[in-house]
């Protein structure tokens, strides 16, 4: 239970961070960059080069697939899936879309 738990707070926290990636993208009218490591990723205002927010997943969780993309003034985005692998197995999907539109599955 601990461990799929840890798998869904991450991948939820994650979607919710790429959405508020895109939100400050429009807000600010500058390109907002999610770079992505294994254990974590960093959302970069590339116009100013500050962080807008840095998160490590939690124990157990890492990004097995899926690479930097970036989020424009206008709403869209570079398209992109990513893979979260739990250390129990189980993997979950966020779908970037074009549009900025993020699915988690």
Request: aromatic residues 8%.
């Amino acid at each position: 239970y601990v461990r799929s738990n840890r798998l869904s707070t991450s991948v939820n926290r994650f979607a919710a961070d790429l959405q508020m990636a895109r939100s400050t993208a429009i807000a600010n009218g500058r390109v907002v960059q999610v770079t992505m490591r294994v254990d974590g990723y960093t959302l970069t205002d590339l116009s100013t080069g500050n962080v807008v927010a840095s998160r490590t997943f939690e124990p157990g969780v890492a990004l097995s697939a899926g690479g930097d993309v970036r989020f424009f003034p206008w709403g869209q985005s570079d398209a992109e899936n990513f893979s979260v692998a739990g250390c129990n197995g189980s993997t979950r999907t966020i779908n970037l879309l074009p549009t900025g539109t993020v699915e988690v599955h």
